[in-house]
């Protein structure tokens, strides 16, 4: 069993069944990529695991714990964290006190507390994991800067910055890439890398088709909510159903 393993599960709101029996396991340590066309469920799966959504049948297995239902505090606290496609960021806080509101997920104090001075060790230790987070991700000479004033892919840097301080064992990523250059596309796709090499697994729904073959290692395709196939990389691109369905000729 891996890290993640879902099982029939399903969802229905009113009339409309918006996943249906999915089955999917993600292993350990793995990049896996969940694709489909707008509508395929990619979101409400994504809703389901992290706990804004109930299943409707079916159960979600993280490390053999059904957490299938839980409240979405309960489901961080186990280690499972979700980034969200438009980064969620306190613009007019430093980038170093954004990547501190992360971490207080794991806090023993309060956050306000710990930030404005009532609880100073706890402000240090978190003040040190920060700034060791940030160096990581290559945010270091940033710390101080209000998080309004950084570019785009930057900005989506410091969301997952945010995610990391919240110590993830898997990692959620809603369009990690969505509105990046090329250029911007490269550093974060070298930034997931450096999260994987760290021992996180994730699972990520994109569209950027260039970043999800060159990241992933496994993919799992949905489509009106059921698989629609599964497998490596260059598995997945000479898939004629996939091709059909969403990737097109090209």
């Known amino acids: 069993m891996g890290i993640l393993a879902i099982q029939d599960l399903s969802k229905h709101f009113g009339g409309l069944t918006a996943v249906n029996g999915l089955n999917l396991t993600v292993d350990e340590g793995e990049i896996r990529g969940l694709i489909g066309p707008n509508g395929a469920g990619k979101t409400t799966i994504f809703n389901l695991i992290s706990g ?9 297995l993280y490390r053999g714990e059904n957490i299938g239902g839980m409240k979405t505090s309960r489901i961080a606290e186990r280690g499972v964290i979700r980034t969200f496609q438009h980064t969620t960021l306190f613009q007019e806080l430093t980038v170093l006190e954004n990547v501190l509101v992360g971490r207080h997920l794991q806090a023993e104090s309060g956050f306000f507390s710990s930030l404005f001075g009532s609880d100073r060790p706890n402000a240090e230790a978190a003040e040190e994991r920060g700034l060791e987070i940030l160096a990581f991700m290559g945010l ?15 900005q989506k840097a410091l ?10 064992k898997l990692l959620l990523l809603d369009e990690p890439f969505a509105g990046m250059n090329s250029e911007e596309t490269r550093h974060m796709m070298t930034l997931i890398r450096r999260v994987r090499d760290a021992g996180i697994t994730m699972l990520l729904v994109e569209h950027d088709m260039q970043a999800v073959m060159g990241l992933c290692d496994r993919i799992t395709v949905v489509n009106f909510g ?8 260059a ?3 000479a898939d004629a159903r996939v091709i059909e369905a969403y990737l097109g000729t090209a």
């Open 226 to 233: 059921e698989m629609l196939a599964e497998g490596t990389p």
């Open 140 to 154: 270091a000479d940033r710390s101080d800067e209000t998080a309004s004033n950084l570019p785009h892919g930057l």
């Open 235 to 237: 598995e997945i691109r």
């Open 52 to 60: 804004f959504y109930r299943p409707s049948g079916g159960t979600i």
């Open 159 to 168: 969301g997952l910055a945010i995610a990391l301080a919240a110590d993830p």
